[in-house]
């Protein structure tokens, strides 16, 4: 008679259980635990952890159990599954970490996984990691301890993060590869023991561009300190980063040290304007022998060309600063500082004048400067003075100026091709700025004459009518512009100027109450020079300064950064 699968199987369990009660050994659901222990508990493999021989799988076991658990728990690191397995696990790999009974292999897996549980009780072994650092070696476990110190903002880190810092080098194969995550995570800590270090590197000269591997390794220590003395708000940094972004070697640090007296702010302003006056002998000496080295010829030699220029090459760096910082008590100053300095000074002061809260009295001071500028005058890079009072007029959002700028486009003199370009300019702003009811001072600027018999309107054509069509769709109805940014087909193509005017408008009727709807609007506006302005308009609706707009705006840019999205990320790197 054959035996049924049912009665064998039952058969067999009962011959195993009769030779495990033999063996000492008990049997359980599931797994059969003794002196082996149960494979399914973290302890098991904890025990294991001090045996040579078994150190290695144990290793791997555990960090397994940590995986499953994240995974079951949706990367919640204090997920019913994820805590109880830190709670067994972290410690004693931990000191197995510090102690240095591993390979490499096995040093470099345990490192990883207490970066990612960002355990505090994981934190020893990071900073051992970081001690430990050697060059061209252990970048990976250096890049991931660095990642898990500053996610737990570990202050026992502090001095190991920053001596790992200090070694590394950018210009190196494999320092190449990490010096971001490090970067990221010194900014992230941004530690005050670090103030004095980092005000030594910034201060730190250049002095070759061609020894290329130096100027990386200068650019990123200095880029990266001046992030953090930013964030520690360091009013001893000022002169060093007021140096920085007057030294043309260090143009690549420039943007940052700015961002880093903007956060400094008013200790930021007196130095800075005493500068723009010509009143800081130092400094002015400074910028003129930085812009000395630079313009040197093949022979050593500077032309007497750039020898005067270099005299007053801390002018418009010193504007510029004052401008970024965008403090209201640096615009007394500034108009004051107009009188003293010569005609392209003017100009870029007021351009720089206009990023500050406007005053009736800065908007005349600047209208005035206008007026007398000529039509060829150039201003650094090469733009033309002008053009670029008008471009940066636009982000005043003031309409009242439109008649203003048409009556003087209309009273310049001269030949029909060299008033082109001044003419185009102010039909341009004329376009952005105009209300419904200025649409007649819109034909005048567009009648006037152009190269080749044509008129000013005819080459902006495209422009004009979008401009025209929306402000005769929209009148003076908000939701209807905030409505047209919002979709993507007014972004493409011919129809691109319709965001633009409408992104404009935006700023012209609306008032510091919109600034939380505009800020959820921008992931949504798809033309990037539409968001431009629109970021524009937000930061005018906030005369002194919104943290939490700030915030926001720098929280899209971290998103995009976390996201790897590269497009993104540098159509949202002028939040800063």
Request: aromatic residues 6%; hydrophobic residues 40%; charged residues 25%.
């Amino acid at each position: 008679m054959f035996r049924t699968a049912r009665s064998i199987d039952s058969t067999l369990r009962s011959l195993l259980a009769g030779a495990a009660v033999a063996a000492g050994l008990t049997v359980a659901t599931g797994a059969i635990v003794g002196c082996g222990g149960d494979e399914n508990d973290p302890q098991t493999h904890v025990k294991r952890l001090s045996d040579a021989s078994t150190r290695v799988p144990a290793v791997s076991r555990l960090v397994q159990f940590f995986e499953d658990a994240m995974t079951k728990d949706n990367k919640d690191r204090n997920g019913p599954n994820v805590k109880p397995v830190l709670d067994k696990i972290v410690e004693p790999l931990s000191q197995l970490c510090v102690a240095g009974d591993l390979d490499e292999k096995t040093q470099a897996k345990v490192v990883k996984f207490l970066s990612d549980a960002r355990d505090p009780r994981g934190a020893p072994c990071l900073i051992k990691t970081l001690k430990d650092y050697k060059p061209e070696n252990t970048e990976e476990d250096v890049r991931a301890a660095a990642r898990g110190v500053a996610a737990m903002k570990a202050k026992d880190a502090a001095g190991p993060l920053f001596d790992a810092f200090s070694k590394l080098r950018p210009s190196k194969p494999k320092g190449s590869l990490i010096y971001r995550d490090v970067n990221e995570a010194i900014v992230e800590l941004s530690d005050p023991s670090w103030e004095s270090q980092c005000i030594t590197m910034t201060g730190k000269p250049i002095a070759d561009k061609k020894d290329i591997n130096t100027y990386k390794d200068e650019t990123y220590w200095q880029v990266t300190c001046a992030q953090v003395l930013g964030n520690l708000k360091s009013e001893k940094a000022v002169p060093n980063l007021i140096k920085i972004v007057l030294a043309p070697i260090k143009a690549d640090v420039a943007a940052t040290a700015i961002n880093g007296l903007i956060k400094i702010g008013k200790p930021a302003i007196a130095p800075t304007v005493s500068l723009l006056k010509g009143e800081n002998a130092d400094l002015m000496e400074y910028a003129k022998l930085e812009t000395l080295k630079v313009s040197a010829g093949p022979d050593g030699k500077v032309p007497e060309a750039a020898q005067k220029e270099a005299a007053k090459s801390y002018f418009s760096p010193a504007a510029v600063i004052l401008g970024s910082i965008g403090r209201a008590d640096a615009v007394a100053p500034m108009i004051e500082a107009i009188a003293k300095t010569d005609d392209a000074g003017k100009v870029i002061i007021a351009r720089e004048l206009l990023k500050l809260p406007i005053t009736p009295d800065s908007l005349k001071a600047v209208q005035q400067v206008f007026e007398k500028t000529s039509l060829t005058l150039t201003i650094p890079p090469g733009l033309g003075g002008r053009g670029a009072l008008l471009d940066q007029l636009g982000y005043t959002f003031d309409s009242s100026l439109v008649p203003w700028v048409v009556k003087d486009a209309l009273s310049q003199k001269g030949e029909d091709a060299d008033l082109e370009e001044a003419r185009g300019n102010a039909f341009v702003l004329a376009l952005k700025l105009a209300k419904p009811d200025q649409i007649a001072d819109i034909d005048k600027l567009g009648d006037l004459k152009a190269s080749g018999g044509s008129t000013i309107g005819k080459g902006y054509e495209k422009e004009a009518k979008a401009a025209k069509d929306l402000l005769k769709e929209c009148g003076d109805k908000l939701d209807c512009y905030t409505g047209k940014l919002v979709d993507p087909n007014v972004h493409v193509g011919d129809k691109q100027f319709i965001g633009i005017k409408a992104a404009y408008m935006v700023g012209i009727l609306g008032t510091d109450a919109i600034k939380p709807k505009l800020l959820e609007m921008i992931p949504k506006v798809t033309g990037g020079a539409a968001r431009f302005v629109v970021v524009q308009a937000i930061d005018h609706f906030s005369p002194k300064g919104d943290a939490a707009a700030g915030e926001k705006l720098l929280g899209m840019l971290a998103e995009a950064e976390a996201q790897k999205n590269a497009s993104k990320v540098a159509e949202y790197s002028y939040f800063k």
